[in-house]
Structures are given as C-alpha cells and as structure tokens.
C-alpha cells in the first residue's frame, strides 16, 4: 500500500513535467527543421523565404506554413488539455526510425494491415500497445498522405 502511495505521489509531481507541444514537424523543406520536431502555437521559427514547413496537431490537424525573410510564427492557441502520450507516440512515429537492432521489439507477431489503419486513433493505439511500430508508421505515412500534407522530404 505504501508503495502504491508513494508511486501515485511521485507520478502527481512529475506528471506535468513532460507537456507535450501542440504541433509535430510532419515535413520542412528547410534541412534546419527536421521531421519530429516540436513547436507550441505562438512559437517563432526561423523559416526563410521560399521554404515551408508542415506541422501537425496530435488531433490530427495539418497546417502548412510558407516562410518569409522574418521568419514565421506557428499559429492557434496554446492547447490546454493536450494529450502527452498520444503526442509523444505520434512524435515517436514521424521521426526516423532508430538504425541498428532493437532490442524489444516484436518479431513474428500479428499485426493488423497498414490500410486496416485509417484513423490517427487507431494508428496510435497499433504502436501503443502492440509493439507494430513499422506498420503504425507505413499507417500514419498513408493517413499523412491522405491528409494532403506533402510527402516527406528530409
């Protein structure tokens, strides 16, 4: 019992440590801003004339931003109740894979098709809880598409 306590304790002082961002690099054209990285609304980014940007919410929302000389804010507003897991596990898919082997990771094991995966929900919940993180990442590349965010480019 106590050691529930104390888990639930430490979980309440460091669980707002991790707030997750409000949008995800889905795509930059400038090498400078690599896919994966986290932006909040309000945030400047140094975005240069003739380059774009496309960022997604963990909602699913793609937005595109084209640069200017002064760079570029990313728009809406801060997101109050926003979704630290789902982020971090869409975050975890749009970024390259990791090279090499990874220890853990399932082989052999059922994992339901790329086009069974059509909602931002169920992708994350494919590599949340069933280790098919190659296909949750085909399924969100697919969904991406789909979306109409341009292909990837760096």
Not at 28 to 45: C, E, F, H
Not at 114 to 136: F, M, N, P, R, Y
């Amino acid at each position: 019992m106590r050691k529930t306590i104390l888990g639930l304790a430490l979980s309440l002082a460091f669980g707002g440590a991790a707030l997750a961002s409000d949008y995800i690099v889905v795509n930059s054209t400038d090498p400078s801003i690599k896919r994966g990285q986290a932006y909040d609304a309000g945030t400047k980014v140094p975005l240069g004339a003739g380059q774009s940007v496309t960022l997604m919410r963990a909602s699913g929302e793609i937005t595109t931003l084209r640069g200017a000389a002064a760079g570029v804010t990313v728009p809406g507003a801060k997101l109050a109740s926003a979704d630290t897991a789902r982020f971090e596990t869409l975050r975890a898919l749009v970024q390259p894979p990791p090279e090499g082997r990874t220890f853990g990771a399932r082989r052999g094991g059922i994992c339901p098709a790329v086009e069974a995966l059509v909602t931002l929900d169920d992708i994350v919940q494919v590599a949340e809880t069933s280790g098919c993180k190659t296909v949750a990442r085909a399924a969100l590349e697919a969904y991406l598409a789909k979306t109409g965010a341009p292909p990837q480019t760096n």
